[in-house]
Nanobody, 111 residues
Framework: QVQVVESGGGLVQPGGSLRLSCVAS????????TAWYRQAPGKQRELVAT???????NYEDSVKGRFTISRDSTKNAVYLQMNSLKPEDTAVYYCNPTRYWGQGTQVTVSS
């Protein structure tokens, strides 16, 4: 049984930083394509960043240069470092290794 758990969300002021974590059991994150998605109120879920088993990363245009996706295979975890946060980054963030989903973690950027 695969379980995916996100954490690290919270309330942060514009310009601040957060690091989201995604840990999994029942699946080896280093062996699969993993994505971070986000969904803001009233909007469709959108792809934010991806990392391949080989470590190749890709980002949605609005987060390039501000967000970094990474992986720690020793901890079976994937991270999303988010810097220079903006109010429009406010959303529930989801980890998505292959076809599995976590419950999401809320990120709110507000002064």
């Amino acid at each position: 049984q695969v379980q995916v758990v996100e954490s690290g969300g919270g309330l942060v002021q514009p310009g601040g930083s957060l690091r989201l974590s995604c840990v999994a059991s029942g699946i080896i994150l280093g062996s699969v394509y993993t994505a971070w998605y986000r969904q803001a109120p009233g909007k469709q879920r959108e792809l934010v960043a991806t990392i391949t088993p080989g470590g190749i990363t890709n980002y949605e245009d609005s987060v390039k240069g501000r967000f970094t996706i990474s992986r720690d295979s020793t901890k079976n975890a994937v991270y999303l470092q988010m810097n220079s946060l903006k109010p429009e980054d406010t959303a529930v963030y989801y980890c998505n290794p292959t076809r599995y989903w976590g419950q999401g973690t809320q990120v709110t950027v507000s002064s």
